[in-house]
């Protein structure tokens, strides 16, 4: 009797970890289909906004801030045609501290927006991209920032473009769910290449975080 009663014990804590381990997996999962930034974005467009391909500027970014802490699981982006095979830099700083918790250079597709899983050489000895974990603090202004040198654009400042949000007076914040952005930059890399193009739009750079 006590053998059968020890077996039923463990069989019953068997099945409630392994329920735990399964609730736990459902719980994580990301998905593109919808994001706070997708949202403000098309709250824009149906507010005068125009959605078009505009700014020949090799870096395009935005400031943002959340509501919540959140781990970034997808970055979305879509290149131009003309250089699909490009790789654009992409950035997450701590606009406070001027850290860069994340770097990584990504290929996106030139038809439609693509996501890409973050991966970063930072700290990898061989050179090689390792996962790369997230997470946004709430409270604390980020930069997401996008860059491609007009070298790696085939040398012509059409490749620079990328999808945006605008219009004549821009009225920042904008804030949907957990996410409010609160400006943007469009500049050269190289200062002296020109100046920056400050709140004048909204670049299209999706983030997805882990639900």
């Given at each position: 009797?006590?053998?059968?009663?020890?077996m039923?014990?463990?069989?019953l804590?068997?099945l409630l970890i392994?329920f735990?381990?399964?609730?736990?997996k459902?719980?994580?999962?990301c998905?593109?289909?919808?994001?706070?930034f997708?949202s403000?974005f098309?709250s824009?467009?149906?507010?005068?906004h125009?959605?078009?391909?505009?700014f020949?500027?090799?870096?395009?970014e935005?400031?943002?801030?959340?509501s919540?802490?959140?781990?970034?699981?997808e970055?979305?982006?879509?290149?131009?045609?003309?250089?699909?095979?490009?790789l654009?830099l992409?950035e997450?700083i701590?606009?406070?501290?001027?850290?860069?918790?994340?770097?990584?250079?990504?290929?996106f597709?030139?038809t439609e927006t693509?996501?890409?899983?973050?991966?970063?050489?930072?700290n990898?000895?061989f050179a090689?991209?390792l996962?790369?974990?997230?997470v946004?603090?709430?409270?604390?202004?980020?930069t997401?920032?996008?860059t491609?040198?007009?070298n790696n654009a085939?040398g012509q400042?059409?490749?620079l473009?990328g999808?945006?949000a605008?219009?004549?007076e821009?009225s920042?914040p904008?804030?949907?769910?957990a996410?409010?952005?609160?400006?943007?930059n469009?500049y050269q890399a190289n200062p002296?290449g020109?100046?920056?193009l400050?709140?004048?739009?909204?670049?299209?750079?999706d983030?997805?975080?882990?639900?």
């Amino acid at each position: 009797m006590h053998n059968s009663l020890s077996m039923y014990a463990w069989l019953l804590s068997f099945l409630l970890i392994g329920f735990s381990c399964r609730k736990q997996k459902v719980k994580i999962s990301c998905d593109h289909s919808s994001s706070s930034f997708q949202s403000i974005f098309q709250s824009m467009i149906l507010n005068e906004h125009t959605d078009e391909v505009f700014f020949d500027t090799e870096v395009h970014e935005y400031s943002f801030v959340l509501s919540e802490d959140k781990e970034v699981c997808e970055i979305g982006y879509q290149s131009q045609p003309e250089i699909f095979s490009a790789l654009y830099l992409m950035e997450i700083i701590d606009s406070s501290t001027g850290m860069i918790i994340y770097s990584g250079n990504h290929n996106f597709s030139s038809t439609e927006t693509s996501f890409v899983t973050p991966s970063s050489t930072i700290n990898s000895p061989f050179a090689a991209p390792l996962a790369s974990t997230i997470v946004i603090q709430s409270g604390v202004t980020y930069t997401l920032r996008r860059t491609i040198l007009l070298n790696n654009a085939n040398g012509q400042f059409s490749n620079l473009i990328g999808r945006v949000a605008r219009r004549g007076e821009m009225s920042f914040p904008y804030t949907e769910g957990a996410m409010t952005i609160t400006s943007t930059n469009f500049y050269q890399a190289n200062p002296s290449g020109g100046g920056s193009l400050l709140n004048y739009a909204v670049p299209y750079i999706d983030l997805i975080f882990t639900e």
